[in-house]
């Protein structure tokens, strides 16, 4: 039995549902008698030199403005970047991670952007900043190989918990992008002096900067969680603090209460030093976009739709494997019983017209495969990828087909590896190297170059060949003509360039002191080593005629 302050409490909702009713009827009766009466807005007039104003026709020119039938109700309202996601992120948020837990192809579309843009990690290439200082050849080398020692001696230990390596991190980064829409990159000081660099970082997830609704914040621009200048640059951001683990990693002094959740105030940058304390990382489609929704939000609902969809077809497959047989009874006995749960063999009991009947639902039908790959293709294309990629279905593409779809995908990836390296990578390279510099193991005057020497390139993704044979032709044919470099092209299959010279230089050093000859020490320029055969001699004369080089390869046979 409800109380009389429960009655009560229910009937004020219930009248407040129905007020709220009726005022959205009266405005759509209101909006349509405007529109009936052709009434000009004047929002959207034309101010002219003399001062008049000229306002457009009762409709313009587009079909899709007008109101028939089909576009009764569509009548969206027009407003900032912000105001459109603002009440709808959190809810596409937990959606969107929800779909990510249960739904395969959701998973498989955050695999698939991990794969083709992080893929084995993102890596500096120190050279190529080093070279636009005009260094000499040797001093570029030996700037590299220091760069190089240091950020592999840094990779296992730069997340700050210590969990997971750098490149690990950029998978977990590009995971919350496509889940959450946005993420935060905290770079810290650890102070562990069991790490060989103190510089640290760590990710901030989306629903955790929000913000606070504490009075003494009055003044501030805080923009969901992001707080903004006059300039609406982002300079600090509000963290909920959650749990008693989360509250020891922050300090006492900058809380705020805010109901039942602690905030914690990070800056964007240390005044001090200039260096980034936090990094957004977001990709904004709209100008004056604060915070991004998921990528998956076009197409939530289709991906519901789908799991829902297939769950039915799994369902109707278990009932023709279990279900052996369907009593129907006129009336059903008292000894018959329902079933719960479904088990091989079973014999169901139904009421109905008599009759013995086997189960049949022949499913899936033949609008099972057509109907999932259209989804799957509205899911592939809200992401901006194709579906082949998206979804890994290559069969049935030839090269041309397969190469040209890969090089749409791979320009789509190539924003997205910038937003990566722009907002996780460079920053924490630039503290990274700041810090090795303090501590002498950088040769280069860092405080007066650094600012050059951290716009290394980044060696992202490895691009993988379609038709290797014809993709090495072309690569020998660009280098031949001087229009790409090794560096580049070994840059794109995930190599650099020095550690495969250094490599060749290994091998050549090896193979020399156990006595072997390859073509590959052939093809380098040496002097003949006494003792050794001269190799010259086994070479065909260009001017000889191919008959007597012929019989001279004959001869040469036989004699051996």
Avoid at 218 to 225: A, L, S, V, Y
Avoid at 423 to 444: D, H, N, Q, T, Y
Avoid at 447 to 462: K, N, R, Y
Wanted: charge should be negative.
């Amino acid at each position: 039995m409800m109380t009389v302050a429960q009655k009560r409490r229910v009937r004020g909702q219930r009248a407040k549902v129905v007020r709220e009713r009726q005022l959205q009827k009266r405005l759509a009766g209101w909006e349509r008698r405007f529109r009936e009466a052709k009434l000009i807005d004047h929002h959207a007039g034309v101010r002219n030199s003399d001062g008049s104003i000229t306002y457009g026709a009762a409709s313009g020119g587009y079909d899709a403005a007008r109101e028939f039938r089909g576009y009764d109700d569509w009548w969206p309202g027009v407003s900032s970047a912000d105001l459109d996601t603002l009440h709808d992120r959190l809810d596409l948020l937990a959606r969107s991670r929800d779909v990510c837990r249960n739904n395969p192809y959701a998973r498989s579309v955050i695999r698939t952007f991990q794969r083709e843009v992080i893929g084995r990690g993102i890596r500096p290439r120190p050279a190529r900043a080093a070279r636009l200082l005009g260094w000499s050849t040797k001093r570029v080398r030996g700037y590299s190989r220091q760069v190089k020692q240091i950020w592999e001696r840094a990779v296992p230990t730069m997340h700050a918990r210590r969990k997971l390596t750098i490149y690990g991190l950029q998978r977990q980064a590009m995971a919350a992008l496509v889940r959450d829409g946005d993420v935060f990159v905290h770079f810290v000081d650890t102070k562990d002096p069991t790490r060989p660099y103190r510089t640290g970082v760590d990710l901030i997830e989306a629903h955790r900067v929000q913000t606070p609704h504490d009075q003494s914040l009055r003044g501030r621009r805080i923009r969901d969680g992001i707080e903004l200048d006059q300039n609406d640059e982002p300079i600090a951001i509000w963290v909920e603090i959650q749990d008693e683990l989360e509250r020891g990693t922050f300090d006492e002094p900058s809380r705020v209460r805010s109901g039942m959740s602690r905030f914690q105030r990070i800056p964007m940058r240390d005044d001090r030093t200039g260096l980034p304390i936090v990094e957004h990382l977001v990709v904004e489609e709209r100008a004056g976009q604060t915070r991004d929704v998921p990528w998956l939000s076009g197409a939530l609902a289709q991906i519901r739709v789908l799991g829902d969809f297939v769950d039915a077809e799994l369902h109707a497959k278990r009932a023709e494997g279990c279900i052996g047989l369907a009593v129907m009874h006129d009336q059903m006995p008292n000894w018959a019983k329902s079933y719960d749960e479904m088990e091989p063999g079973m014999i169901a009991h139904f009421a109905g017209a008599g009759g013995i009947h086997f189960l049949d639902p022949k499913r899936p039908g033949a609008s099972y495969a057509p109907f999932v790959r259209s989804i799957l293709e509205s899911i592939a294309f809200s992401v901006g990828l194709p579906y082949e990629v998206c979804f890994l279905a290559f069969s049935g593409m030839n090269y041309s087909n397969a190469r040209t779809m890969l090089i749409a995908a791979q320009r789509e990836l190539e924003t997205i590896q910038d937003q990566i390296v722009h907002r996780l990578c460079w920053p924490l390279f630039s503290r990274l190297m700041a810090e090795a510099w303090v501590r002498g193991e950088v040769s280069a005057n860092w405080p007066e170059l650094g600012s050059a020497l951290t716009h290394v390139g980044w060696q992202a993704q490895i691009h993988r060949w379609v038709d290797p044979d014809k993709e090495a032709k072309a690569d020998i044919a660009m280098l031949g003509a001087n229009l790409s470099s090794r560096s580049r092209i070994l840059g794109r299959h995930g190599e650099d360039f020095e550690d495969v010279v250094g490599e060749l230089a290994f091998e050549r050093e090896v193979l020399e002191e156990e006595g072997f000859s390859t073509g590959l020490l052939a093809a380098q320029p040496q002097d003949a080593k006494d003792g050794e055969d001269d190799s010259s001699d086994d070479e065909q004369d260009p001017d000889q005629p191919e008959d007597e080089q012929d019989d001279e390869a004959d001869d040469g046979e036989e004699d051996a």
